[in-house]
Every structure is written in structure tokens, then in C-alpha cells.
């Protein structure tokens, strides 16, 4: 996406700041089985020090807001740094960040618990 970003010239800029300010938001789908009760104490032990405590992200973390991602895509990019897809280019020290955190040992229920969190922290705001 950044590659594609610095092509762009300032009226397609513009154009696409219009279209996506147009967007409706979809509705988060809840996570099955998942227990955001005990998500959300999981998410506050572990992900909102960089993520703030409703997933909204910080921006001087330069970390994104995690409710504005389905949980698939979530679940899909935390794989992604587990397995080292992301997170291992040398210059983005942000990703090197997320990269060791995905590399602890975390269950994949307690990964769904998180994300059904997420996803109620999506539809309050």
C-alpha cells in the first residue's frame, strides 16, 4: 500500500480521501466461542499499552487502531508477524515491535478471547 501511496498525485490523493470518508462502516462480526470478558483482561495485560485501552490505537506509537479491522484481518496479520511475514524488514522497527510480542506463546483461545474484545470495543464506538 505505501509503494502504491507514493505514486499518487495530489487530486487522486484527494479523490480517494472522498471516497473512503463516504464509506459505511460494516459492522464488526462477532467472534465465536470467543469470551471478551476474558479478552478484554488479556487485551489490557498485553496489547493496550501500544494499542490504548478500547483498541483505538496510538499514533506516537505509530500503532493502528485495532478496532477498525475485522477480527480475520487481525487474526490474519498476527500470524503473519508469528511466522515472520511481517515485522522483518530492518527498517520498520514498529513491526520488529509486534514481531517479538507474536512470537510469545500465546494460545489460540486466548488469540480469540482478544479479538471478541476487539470486536465489542468495534461496535461501541
Not at 62 to 75: E, G, I, N, T, V
Not at 95 to 109: D, F, L, Q, S
Amino acid at each position: 500500500m505505501a509503494a502504491i501511496a507514493k505514486t499518487l498525485k495530489p487530486d487522486a490523493v484527494a479523490a480517494v480521501i472522498i471516497h473512503v470518508s463516504e464509506m459505511v462502516k460494516i459492522p464488526q462480526e462477532p467472534v465465536e466461542d470467543a469470551d471478551a470478558e476474558r479478552g478484554k483482561e488479556l487485551y489490557l495485560e498485553r496489547c493496550a499499552s501500544c494499542h490504548r485501552f478500547n483498541a483505538s490505537g496510538e499514533q506516537a506509537f505509530r500503532s493502528p487502531p485495532l478496532r477498525d479491522f475485522p477480527a480475520w484481518y487481525l487474526h490474519s496479520q498476527y500470524g503473519k508477524f508469528k511466522t515472520g511475514q511481517r515485522g522483518t524488514v530492518q527498517k520498520d522497527e514498529d513491526g520488529a515491535k509486534m514481531r517479538i510480542i507474536a512470537a510469545m506463546k500465546t494460545p489460540e483461545v486466548d488469540l480469540q478471547d482478544i479479538l471478541g474484545f476487539i470486536t465489542e470495543v468495534a461496535d461501541k464506538k
